[in-house]
């Protein structure tokens, strides 16, 4: 069973810097790409970055473009969203999410999720 463990969340004021980690294990040695997603209150939960399992393909949501950096280190079974620049509204849960193709935009193509981690960014 695939599990996924976000961190690095937290309180910032706008403008300041965060750096996510998604840990990804149980995946029997299987490549996957991974997105990250975010969901406000009362908001659908929408597409934020994603990345493929070679890194050679990565998208990235127009809010966030030119902002927010997603990566991966492959021996560490790990996959990172760095986020610089942030705004009151990029405050959400985000999650990290692992899909079996080669890198969707779509939400409902992807197989597991893990638990999210809050950020918060005041003004």
């Known amino acids: 069973q695939v599990q996924l463990v976000e961190s690095g969340g937290g309180l910032v004021q706008a403008g300041g810097s965060l750096r996510l980690s998604c840990a990804v294990s149980?995946?029997?040695?299987?490549?996957?790409?991974t997105g990250w997603f975010r969901q406000a209150p009362r908001k659908e939960r929408e597409f934020v970055a994603g990345i493929s399992w070679s890194a050679t393909l990565t998208y990235y949501s127009d809010s966030v473009k030119g902002r927010f950096t997603i990566s991966r280190d492959n021996t560490k079974n790990t996959v990172y969203l760095q986020m610089n620049s942030l705004k009151p509204e990029d405050t959400a849960v985000y999650y990290c999410a692992v899909e079996w193709g080669l890198c969707s935009l779509s939400l409902a193509m992807y197989a597991y999720w893990g638990q999210g981690t809050q950020v918060t960014v005041s003004s």
């Open positions: 149980g995946h029997a040695f299987s490549r996957y790409a």
